[in-house]
Structure formats: structure tokens, C-alpha cells
């Protein structure tokens, strides 16, 4: 029973040991590394498969140690002599000039005196003989000596290949040395300790194999760092995150299965319970693991900076980016957010983009929530991201605000990360401000520069979109002076119409037929023509701006829905105001927006038109209980022009206000709850030459 187990061990740790060689060959034969490093994982690889074989053809019963097994396999024996010589081989290719001579002597020497072995495998002597000529009395020392001096000679090229390699070459070879010297020093802990002891020790020839496993992952490393050891050989970022993955997940999934068999084992009774609650555990464990954000984030943090020597893989990140946006499911910005929220593993973002007026707003956002803040041109931070192209770090902001020439960090963003510019032709088109990331990242030059290539091409797609709605909304506009044309034509007829009925008035205007006749007439024409009106409110005629005051305006206004249910109301909270406009179009402005409320409220609600004075500024309140309006639609279809939910509606009505609004200094905002009610509030200048002869007069 004492051998069987200590072949199980042995044939487990070997077994681990072919494995990982025979992917590290495999690695190296199919991305065209170094033949001799192939050719010596291999070896490797044969080595463990026929201990790993030995430890399972061997009777347990059978007297003699367990490596026994492996010796008397004629693969084995090959596969042993030629082992050590080949990791030899590659120590000497990249050995220091003045070592390679006598190395290569002493080399050839290990070489002669080893084939011996290969000889007695090649005659193919009879098992119990070679075994016996192996493992006599007299061969321990013999046996011991050649893979002790191998060993030797092995750790002084590792220590003098890394020694005598440049500084800068120090971090691409440093993983390879830890790897091959790793192998010797353990090879020179078992034959010394044989050649002392006269037998090889059991115990230490069975963590042979998982020693020797843990130096594939160095030499793995070695590969993908060192242009020395992979001349031509590439390893994607993706296949050595989804292999970091599966080998992590193979090996938690063996120790549980290890654990599960210990709690069966010792557990009696309720050994299969706890095996069983075990193994669902773990996974359920590992499920929650796998698809955890953060841990896919830290691991690829972890093979980019240990394994690479830039964090990106350029040609894949810009491919990555570049469907990204160029994708038409969704909308493009925030696409644009998650495209630059990727590279840094950041989990949300938002979307600041430049309008017409020269202000900064934020447009959209992911997993944020959206500020109600803006950002002129001209402020600070605009100034800051046009003039410098930096990518703002607000935490290193926040510490020392002297490399931002001692500004505060906006009241928006203090818990923000990063605010990445998007430019455009060397103009800020707009910025995208990201969370925090799943995991730490330092904010080095590489990462700063990306971010900003990301920036200019979601700039360059933001823009191609901006336009292309511009085309759309230009060509509606040609649609809708051709559509001016057939309204045009239609008054004409109907102007026609009603010239016909006036000339024939002063015939019939006694016959009770034709007086039925023409107010049916004059009914069907008013109709038809304030429907006309309905979709046509323009006027073409140049604008007279004049002091108004908008007492008399509102209550104006509000008389001409005294009809309507339910009634608009009015509330004049200062008298007096007086702004500078058109008469007639602010009087259009403000009754779509009644109209518009009016639609919108059933006739048991409320619609109320409040008027007070803001400083500088008249503000006239709109407030609805009606079917209220989304974020979403506001922000997205509001003030587009074309867009309404009216089945007769054109959708040029609220856009024409604000648009109006903004002409004269003012502004239009807009507060709504779905299924409560909105309120419109119109900011309008006061005029000043009226406002400082009002001040005189009270003064006075």
C-alpha cells in the first residue's frame, strides 16, 4: 500500500508536468519560437508522460522505488538523458560570448557521458537487467554524478546569462532564467542528495513533476516578453486572458474536487451531503466569479502588465473601437461612452457635447445619473480641455489643483474619475466624463494617449451624425416651403371662392336658398382655412422689436382660451414688465404653448399662466396636470423640428418657440412628470431703458 500511494503522487505530479510542457511546445512549435526551447519542452514533456505511465503500469506490490519505473522505459531513458542537455542548449544560445566556448566543451562531455543510456535503450536490454545495472550497489554515485554536474553547469550559464544581459534586457529574460534555473536547482537538490544518501529519495522525486510544472508559466511569460526568445511570435491579449481564465478555473475546480473528497472521506454518514453541498458551492462560486466585472477587469490588468510590455493591443483596441461606433444598433452616443469607458475598465460615463450657442451640455448618459449643469465655451474647464488636450484626472485634481492653475474642480464632478476631450479639428467638440474604474488603473502617458485617439474618433462619428441630421432637418425644410406652395394654392381657391359668392350676393341676396348656400360656404371656408393655419403659423414679414409689456399680453392671450376647457388661469405675481419682441410672434409663442397644454390636459384638469420678475428677467410659468413628457423625450424629440405627436401635428411649433426665444436673449425649460404634468418656463430680458425709468420713477 506504501508504494501504491507514492505512485499515485508521483504519477499526478508528472502528469501536471506533461501537461503544462506539452502547451508550452505546442505554443512554441505553432507561433515559430525558438526550436531549441520547443525541442526541450518536448523532451520535457516525453520525460513526465513516461514517469507518469510508469506510476501506473507499476504493481504495488512490486519491490524497488518507484522511479524504478520510469528508468527501466526505453522512451523514458531517452527522454531523461536528452532532457537536461536541451535546456542546456538553450541556457548556452543566449549565454554570454566568453562562456559559450567551454560550456559548449562541457556540454558535449555530459553529452558522451550519458550515452550510455541512450545505448542501453537502443539494444533494448532486458528489463531486469538494465535495472539492475541502474540501481546496483555500485551505481549510485555513477548514476548521481552526470545529472549533478549537468545541474551545475545549468545554474551557472542561468546566473551568468542574466548577469552578463544589458539592463534593458534584463526584463525580457529574467522570467526564462527563474524558469530554467528553477529546473537545475531542483535537479541539483535530488542527485546531491541521492549521491549523500546512496538512493534517490521518494518523496522528493514525486514533486519533481510539479516543481518542473510551475517553471511553464515563467517560460510562457519569458515568450511573450523577450523579442530574444520569440523571434516573430505573437500572443493575442484574448487568448492569454481566456486561457489565464480556464487554467484558473481548472484548478480551483480540482482543489474543490479535492476538497469534496476529503469531506466524503472523513465525513461519515453525511459525507455525500457535504460532498455534494461542496461541489454545488463551488460551482455556484465560481459562476458569480466568471461573470464579475472587476475580476475580468484586475485579471486583464494582470496579463497586461505582466506579460506585456505596452497595456494595449493596439490593432485590436482600434478594430474594437471602430465597430463600435460605426454600429448602427443603438444610439452612437452612448456607444460613444462605452466605447472610451472600456479601455479604462470604467463601469459608466457621460456625455458632454457643444450646441450652437457655444454652451456645453450634457447629451446622454450611461449607468450615471445626468447633471443639470452646463459649461460655456468659455469657462474654465472648456478652456482648459481646447487649449491644453488633456485628459483631466480629477482625482489628481482634487489633491493639487496648481496643475490646473489653482481652478476648482466643477460642483458636477466631484465624484467623477476622468473627463476625456473630444476633438475636433483642434476645436472642443465636447468631453465624456467617466466613474471610476472596476479596479485600480494607473493613469500613465500609454493610457492617456488612447483615450485621446478614442476621443477624436467618437468626435469625428459624433459630428458625421450631427451633420447628417442637419442634411435631414434642411431637407425637411425644402419639403415643408414645397408643401407652403399647395397651402398657398388652396387659399387661392378658397379666396376664389368666396370673391364668387360676394359678386353673386348682390343678385340672390333675397333668394332663402342661395343665403343657406353661402353660409354654408363661409362655414366650410373658415373651417378649411383655420385648419390651414393650424399647420401654416408663419410670417414672413420683417420683424419690428418694440417695448411690450406683458401684462396686457398675457391676459390677451388668456382671454382668447376663456372658451376652452378646461380655462387657462392667470397669475400676475409683478405688473409693468416690459420686453423687447415682436408683439405678434411672442403672442404665437406663448399660445402654441398654451395650445399645447390645453391638448394635453383632460377637461376636469388645470393649465395656469404665472408672471414674475427674476432680477434682470420676466418669467412666465406654463403648468399643465396633464399626460407629462419622459427624460428621454425631452431631451431626444422635444425640440426636434418634424417631430410630434399629434396625428394632424407638424412638429415645428415648440422648436420655432425656443428657437425665437434664444433670438431675443431669452430661453425656453422645461420640467415634466409622465402622467402628473409639465411646466414651461420662458425667461425673457427685461427691456432696460423701461426698467431703469421705473427704477427713477420709484426712486423718485
Same mark, same amino acid.
Request: proline share 5%; with cysteine; aromatic share 8%.
Given at each position: ?39 526541450? +519542452? ?8 513516461? +514517469? ?17 519505473? +520510469? ?33 559548449? $566543451? ?11 543510456? =541512450? ?71 535530488? %542527485? ?20 518542473? #510544472? ?24 484574448? $487568448? ?21 473528497? %476529503? ?9 455525500? =451531503? ?9 460551482? =455556484? ?22 506579460? %506585456? ?129 472596476? &479596479? ?160 394635453? &390636459?383632460?377637461? #376636469? ?41 399629434? #396625428? ?53
Amino acid at each position: 500500500m506504501q508504494w501504491a500511494g507514492a505512485a499515485a503522487v508521483a504519477g499526478f505530479s508528472h502528469g501536471v508536468a506533461a501537461v503544462a510542457f506539452g502547451l508550452l511546445a505546442a505554443m512554441l512549435l505553432r507561433g515559430g519560437g525558438p526550436r531549441a526551447m520547443a525541442a526541450a +519542452a518536448l523532451a520535457t514533456a516525453l520525460w513526465a508522460g513516461c +514517469a507518469l505511465f510508469a506510476a501506473a503500469v507499476w504493481p504495488p506490490g512490486a519491490t524497488g522505488p518507484v522511479t524504478e519505473a +520510469a528508468l527501466v522505459s526505453e522512451a523514458g531513458v531517452a527522454a531523461e538523458a536528452s532532457r537536461a542537455p536541451l535546456w542546456l542548449a538553450v541556457a548556452l544560445l543566449e549565454a554570454p560570448e566568453a562562456l559559450r566556448t567551454g560550456c559548449w $566543451i562541457a556540454l558535449l562531455l555530459l553529452l558522451a557521458g550519458a550515452g550510455w543510456r =541512450l545505448v542501453a535503450a537502443a539494444m533494448l536490454l532486458p528489463l531486469a537487467t538494465l535495472a539492475a545495472a541502474l540501481h546496483g550497489e555500485a551505481s549510485p554515485l555513477l548514476r548521481a554524478a552526470l545529472p549533478l554536474a549537468s545541474a551545475v553547469l545549468g545554474m551557472l550559464l542561468v546566473e551568468h546569462l542574466y548577469r552578463g544581459a544589458a539592463q534593458n534586457a534584463r526584463w525580457g529574460i529574467k522570467f526564462a532564467c527563474l524558469g530554467i534555473g528553477a529546473l537545475f536547482a531542483y535537479d541539483f537538490y535530488l %542527485y546531491s542528495d541521492a549521491m549523500l544518501l546512496r538512493r534517490v529519495n521518494q518523496e522528493i522525486w514525486a514533486a519533481r513533476g510539479i516543481v518542473n #510544472a510551475l517553471s511553464a508559466p515563467l517560460l510562457a511569460i519569458a515568450i511573450a516578453r523577450g523579442p530574444a526568445w520569440t523571434p516573430g511570435l505573437h500572443l493575442s491579449r484574448q $487568448i492569454m486572458f481566456h486561457s489565464a481564465a480556464l487554467l484558473g478555473a481548472a484548478m480551483y475546480l480540482m482543489a474543490m474536487a479535492l476538497s469534496a473528497w %476529503y469531506l466524503r472521506y472523513v465525513g461519515g454518514a453525511w459525507g455525500a =451531503l457535504m460532498q455534494l453541498a461542496c461541489l454545488c458551492g463551488a460551482g =455556484l462560486l465560481l459562476t458569480a466569479v466568471l461573470f464579475s466585472g472587476a475580476m475580468r477587469a484586475r485579471l486583464k490588468l494582470f496579463i497586461s502588465k505582466h506579460f %506585456y510590455q505596452g497595456r494595449y493591443d493596439y490593432r485590436e483596441e482600434w478594430q474594437r473601437v471602430t465597430r463600435a461606433l460605426a454600429d448602427d444598433a443603438g444610439g452612437l452616443s452612448e456607444r460613444a461612452i462605452q466605447t472610451v469607458a472600456a479601455l479604462v475598465e470604467s463601469p459608466a460615463g457621460i456625455l458632454w457635447l457643444r450646441s450652437d450657442d457655444d454652451v456645453c451640455r450634457p447629451a446622454t448618459h450611461w449607468n450615471w445619473p445626468l447633471p443639470q449643469a452646463e459649461e460655456g465655451a468659455d469657462s474654465p474647464l472648456c478652456d482648459m480641455l481646447a487649449g491644453r488636450g488633456w485628459v483631466i484626472d480629477l482625482a489628481e485634481w482634487r489633491l493639487d489643483a496648481s496643475r490646473y492653475d489653482d481652478l476648482p474642480v466643477p460642483a458636477w464632478a466631484q465624484e467623477l474619475w476622468l473627463i476625456v476631450p473630444l476633438m475636433l479639428e483642434r476645436r472642443l467638440f465636447g468631453f465624456i466624463c467617466l466613474a471610476p474604474p472596476r &479596479t485600480p488603473l494607473q493613469l500613465n502617458w500609454e493610457v492617456r494617449d488612447v483615450l485621446k485617439i478614442a476621443g477624436s474618433q467618437a468626435a469625428s462619428y459624433l459630428a458625421h451624425r450631427a451633420s447628417a441630421d442637419s442634411l435631414a432637418v434642411a431637407r425637411q425644410f425644402e419639403s415643408f416651403n414645397r408643401m407652403s406652395t399647395f397651402i398657398v394654392h388652396d387659399l387661392k381657391n378658397l379666396m376664389s371662392q368666396l370673391s364668387l359668392l360676394l359678386a353673386n350676393a348682390e343678385k340672390h341676396q333675397s333668394n332663402p336658398a342661395f343665403q343657406q348656400d353661402m353660409l354654408d360656404t363661409l362655414s366650410h371656408s373658415l373651417t378649411k382655412m383655420k385648419q390651414l393655419l393650424l399647420k401654416l403659423r408663419r410670417n414672413d414679414a420683417p420683424e419690428a422689436l418694440a417695448p411690450l409689456r406683458l401684462d396686457a399680453l398675457l391676459m390677451r392671450i388668456v382671454q382668447n382660451y376663456a372658451a376652452s376647457e378646461p380655462r387657462p388661469s392667470l397669475e400676475l405675481r409683478a405688473a409693468g414688465l416690459t420686453v423687447l419682441a415682436d408683439g405678434q410672434r411672442l403672442e404665437r409663442v406663448i399660445g402654441h404653448l398654451i395650445q399645447n397644454a390645453l391638448d394635453a &390636459t383632460p377637461r #376636469a384638469g388645470r393649465v395656469s399662466v404665472r408672471m414674475a420678475a427674476n432680477g434682470d428677467a420676466a418669467i412666465i410659468e406654463l403648468t399643465d396636470t396633464g399626460h407629462g413628457m419622459s427624460e428621454q423625450f425631452i431631451r431626444e424629440r422635444l425640440f426636434q423640428p418634424f417631430v410630434s405627436t399629434k #396625428a394632424a401635428g407638424m412638429g415645428i411649433g415648440v422648436f420655432e418657440s425656443r428657437e425665437y426665444l434664444r433670438e431675443i436673449g431669452g430661453q425656453l425649460q422645461v420640467a415634466s412628470v409622465p402622467s402628473q404634468g409639465s411646466t414651461f418656463r420662458v425667461m425673457l430680458p427685461l427691456h432696460k431703458e423701461v426698467q431703469h425709468g421705473q427704477e427713477q420713477a420709484t426712486g423718485g
